[in-house]
């Protein structure tokens, strides 16, 4: 079946400008996590997801960063008045009751 | 708060051998311990997941074990082939009231099998 998918993929913007990056997890799967990548390091936490209910947002760097999931379903990650510091692989997971995560591509984002 | 430590950084053997990879965590109180691989600018791969009640998983020629109350994992990879090259990442999850909480991540492993 599918798997998790993120878009966009590549997103090159200007500093001071807002986006939006979108993950659609796998066909039923309740939790949805994203995270943050820099370049020769593991993944970081950001925020979770359970259904439409933000469970745990410790890891968001600052009021910039937003999320939601309405319909419990596909998510947003918000990035508000961007800086050159949020440039970075921008990763999403979801699981089911299992807990395994998998992970989609990614989305490269780089703010010049 | 959680860290992770991974031992080696890197590591370049020989086609054929076997190799362990180590993963250190320093709260014991952890839900599960996930192995991922990742290819040069790709995603991650989930590879094995080990359940705090368990000791260890199987998938072909992995085998990735869990002491949880020394906080230790260890990746087991047998007789090695130059497409196991990759960056092995560990990871653990606690278990919140809603489920298992965010992955932290070590830093991984860089693995190279020289054909």
């Known amino acids: 079946g599918a798997g998790v998918s993120q878009s966009p993929r590549y997103k090159v913007t200007k500093r001071g400008q807002d986006v939006a990056l979108r993950c659609d997890p796998i066909s039923g799967h309740v939790s949805l996590y994203w995270y943050r990548q820099a370049l020769g390091q593991g993944p970081e936490f950001l925020t979770y997801f359970n259904y439409e209910a933000q469970q745990d947002k410790s890891g968001l760097p600052n009021d910039r960063f937003s999320a939601e999931r309405p319909e419990g379903s596909i998510s947003t990650l918000t990035i508000q008045r961007t800086e050159q510091r949020d440039s970075a692989m921008y990763r999403c997971?979801?699981?089911?009751?299992?807990?395994?995560?998998?992970f989609g591509p990614g989305t490269r984002l780089t703010v010049t | 708060k959680q860290e992770v430590t991974q031992i080696p950084a890197a590591l370049s053997v020989p086609e054929g051998e076997n190799l362990v990879l180590n993963c250190s965590f320093t709260d014991s109180a952890i839900y599960n311990l996930q192995w991922f691989r990742q290819d040069p600018g790709k995603g991650l791969t989930s590879l094995l997941l080990i359940q705090s009640s368990q000791r260890e998983q199987t998938s072909g020629r992995l085998n990735a074990s869990l002491d949880k109350s020394s906080g230790r994992s260890t990746l087991y990879i047998a007789a090695s082939q130059p497409g196991d090259s990759a960056t092995y990442l560990c990871a653990v999850t606690r278990h919140s009231g809603g489920g298992a909480d965010g992955l932290t991540f070590g830093k991984g492993t860089h693995l190279i099998i020289q054909p």
């Open positions: 997971a979801s699981s089911s009751s299992a807990y395994e995560q998998y």
